[in-house]
């Protein structure tokens, strides 16, 4: 293929996408297909001989469409919003077809510079602190990661190193520690001790900042209501942590309260352990509900725990005014990330990460091969520093394309409309008197389950619901209740698709439980 061929074949697949957009009504949110559907499909060997395009798109259809579940269809309600906007599409087409690989700055400086200026614009657009800006004057920063999951992974990392560092540069600091805790913690605590097996080989590197000796007895904090990527993340970094219950308060939702978190720093201290990080959550997953970071906050100052925030679904409704208590408190954590390839029309990936201290963050993930040496590195920014890959695509055009073609308030204007066909169906789904709302409707969220019903009877009804393909939903169980969700994501949801939803919902729960 050369310019001249990708030109034809180029403005074809536009068109597959285009029309594929055009006609997603005309599908179902989910598809009937099995595991090992494709190998129906597709042959067991490769082709022998190059095949035409036109051969190619015929497939198109029966192997990856038709087996798809379509995350912007209008009745597509899972999960939470798979963000898309055609400037997006545009964006992603100019980074595959530049090639470059952003992990210098030399390697390709507008992958960083466009970077560290569009994540400046949202600290704006969003009244985040000043102090995360790129340009601002003291070592906050920001950065694009591809998911929330990289995002808390690197932010649990970070904590961790912090206290490593802390630990050996402040040894005397936790002396009480010395009568009453195990001659490994207190090899820890009287850093640097000089104790050796003599079988421990000399040539074994111990990275200073990541020395597992050290953080074995760390502990983190979560609340039981935040994603199972916070647990991941803790898994990987191989550090203790607690998931603590969360309570019904904010927003008549559930979050962890401060108290909580008070008594389980000082149990765990009391034990020997030594807590680090504190991971709470802004708009989590199964309700929506928001963790009180102006009340959390001081708690972690107080007690030396290094605070990340979760914000990955509801952080971009900051954009919107009246839910800029979505960032009240942000001046207190550490680090901060939201998706904005959910609720913010910019497709995946697309993960903002800011640091109050990037520049000393930095220095936990800092190795410099000759091969990535440049003569700038001294006063540029390599974001390869406050990452796990080397890599990384020209990410930061997708903000751009849209920011400056479709505009903050065309964002704005989506997720308002979220908020509203939420509303709209937890108002209607209870008309019937079958029905009861879980938690209030949250930015586009709504939990909901049949009233005077079992767990058992729900998750049929669930079953039911998505075996019959009209509309696609997910559950969730807080507390030992199982739920169904209503998420709004599709930006062609009307008003209409919510009433069709709740007829759907009706005639499956009517002929499964006929009363």
Known sequence: ?????????????????????????????IPDVKPGYINHLVPAHPPKQPESWDKIYEDLERVVFNGSSHWNHPHFFAYFPAGIGYHSILADIISSGMGSVGFTWIACPPITELEKTVLDWLVILMGLPEHFKNSHPGPGCGIIQSSASDSTLIAILTARATKVEYLKKNPSTFQQFKNTTSLAIRRIFYWPVPIQSSTESTDIITPYYHDPTVFKDFVMYFCDQGHSSVEKGAMLAGVRFRKLKGTRKYLDN????????????????????????????????????????????PICLKEGLYLHVDAAYAGSFAFCEEFI???????????????????????????PLWFKNGTYASRYYNVDPVYLAHEYQSTSTDYRHLEIPLGRRFRSLKIWFTLRNMGVEKIKEYQRKTVSLATLFAKIIVENGKFEIFTPPHLGLATFRLKNHSNSDNERLLRAINRDR??????????????????????????????????????????????
């Open 470 to 515: 009209r509309i696609h939903l997910v559950p969730s169980i807080v507390h030992g209740t199982f739920l169904l969700r209503f998420c709004v994501g599709s930006p062609l949801t009307s008003e209409g698709d919510i009433y069709d939803t709740r007829r759907v919902i009706y005639e499956i729960s009517r002929n499964l439980f006929l009363k």
């Open 254 to 297: 559930f979050g962890l309260d401060p108290e909580t978190l008070q008594k389980a720093i000082e149990e765990d201290r009391s034990r020997g352990y030594i807590p680090f990080m504190l991971v709470a959550t802004v708009g989590t997953t199964a309700t929506c509900g928001v963790d009180q970071i102006s009340e959390l906050g």
């Open 1 to 29: 293929m050369d310019p001249s061929k990708l030109r034809v074949e180029g403005k074809k697949m536009i068109e597959v996408v285009a029309d594929y957009w055009e006609t997603i009504r005309t599908r179902r949110p």
């Open 325 to 351: 208590y979505l960032v009240k408190g942000l001046e207190h954590v550490d680090s901060y990330n939201f998706n904005l390839h959910k609720a913010g029309m910019i497709n995946f990936d697309c993960s």
